[in-house]
């Protein structure tokens, strides 16, 4: 018979005294701030027609945008300008410092330099002190992924207050020859701080976080000529530039949106009308259209930006959640559903009770 009389692989869990995880906290998570930052350079579609050979009326038609912001690098605009104005403005709408907290989430894929982490540099324009501070990368994804992240950290009792940035220069790495790419992106930023709450009924209700990478070719940066995929065409693939099969990804878009939507309702258990807010990452006004209609989303509900500022890749769903902050259209104890779908590929949502 095995000698069962010293500690065993067998024993039970409880027996394992002064090594077991603390015991799990019941807190809210309140969204305290939120800020964004849009760089001054405004391109129109009747400028992008001067360099390449497309119109105004196709792209409004096509995809609802009428202008887009680009960073104007001689007045020392950038990716982490555009990521430390958005959270300070986002700290001071929460009458925090930055100091107060205890990390930084960036969502970008866009940053001036890739080391260190533009949130590391964010920080340390801000005054954040030793707050951890990290980059995520997630494409359009880059503000509902963190969102989420943020939220679960503080919600368990690791963290107490967390900044989120999405952030994306898209307009660095477009090449002005592809028509099909360049008229879609535009720059910006948006930041939102997160605190706990002693009331547990604030926050995340419910959220959906997936990828598929299978569909990376669909929407990729190519640095070198062997990242190019089979079936691409090399010779009008330009390295360093955002490629895109629109087509495909449009598809991927319109179905995706919508059963990220379905999804997120049926794990919180409510309909589309108990959603007071949606907050929608946008690509193009006909995606954010279809889902309205499926959905009986009445546009009041569903603000769209995306005339004024193109797709902001991370930085559209906090610069819509902010314009709707200052607005005074989100209040305490609305239902607001947060959806995103990007490169990657990769969906996320994130239904909350503010
Ligand atoms: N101006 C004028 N004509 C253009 C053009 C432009 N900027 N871009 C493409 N065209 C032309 C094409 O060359 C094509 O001409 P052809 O019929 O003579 O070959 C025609 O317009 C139709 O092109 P197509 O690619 O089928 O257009 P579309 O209706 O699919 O619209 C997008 C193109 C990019 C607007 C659309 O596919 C889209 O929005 N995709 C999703 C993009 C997205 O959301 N990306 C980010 C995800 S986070």
């Known amino acids: 018979m095995a000698d069962t009389s010293s500690s065993s692989a067998h024993a039970p869990v409880q027996a394992v005294s002064g090594i077991m995880p603390p015991a799990i906290p019941v807190r809210g998570v309140r969204i ?29 038609q096509r995809t609802g945008i009428r202008e887009r912001r680009m960073c104007d690098r001689s007045k020392g605009e950038s990716n982490r300008w555009l990521c430390t104005e958005s959270l300070r403005k986002a700290l001071a709408a929460a009458n925090m410092k930055a100091s107060e907290l205890d990390l930084i989430i960036c969502g970008t894929i866009s940053q001036d330099m890739r080391c260190p982490s ?11 002190g030793t707050a951890a501070a990290w980059d995520l990368g997630a494409a359009c994804c880059g503000f509902v992924y963190p969102l989420n992240v943020a939220h679960d950290l503080i919600r368990v009792g690791t963290h107490k207050a ?29 930041a939102a701080v997160l605190v706990a709450d002693s009331d547990p ?47 495909a990804v449009f598809k991927f878009a319109v179905g995706t949106f919508q059963e990220l939507i379905a999804e997120t309702l049926t794990k919180a258990g409510i309909s589309a009308e108990q959603v007071d807010v949606f907050v929608c990452h946008q690509s193009n006004a006909r995606i954010l259209d279809a889902a309205r209609e499926r959905f009986g989303i009445p546009p009041e509900k569903l603000h769209v930006n995306i005339d004024r500022v193109g797709n902001t890749s991370a930085g ?24 995103a779908f990007g490169a990657g590929l990769t969906w996320t949502s994130s239904l909350w009770r503010v």
């Open 316 to 339: 559209s769903v906090p610069l819509v959640l902010d314009e709707l902050m200052l607005a005074g259209k989100i209040k305490p104890g609305m239902i607001v559903m947060f959806v």
């Open 32 to 60: 305290a701030g939120t800020g964004s930052q849009l760089p001054s350079k405004v391109i129109s579609n009747d400028l992008l027609a001067s360099v390449v050979q497309t119109n105004d009326e196709w792209i409004q």
């Open 201 to 247: 009924s604030r926050g995340c209700l419910a959220q959906v976080n997936k990828a598929d990478g299978t569909g990376w070719t669909d929407l990729f940066q190519p640095a070198e000529e062997w990242q190019i995929p089979e079936g691409v065409d090399r010779t009008t693939t330009k390295l360093g530039c955002l490629q895109m099969n629109g087509k």
């Open 162 to 190: 967390i900044g989120i940035i999405g952030c994306d220069t898209i307009t660095a790495i477009l090449d002005y020859h592809n028509r099909g790419v360049c008229i879609l992106f535009g720059d910006g930023a948006g």
């Open 118 to 128: 533009t949130a590391c540099l964010v920080a340390a324009d801000l005054g954040a």
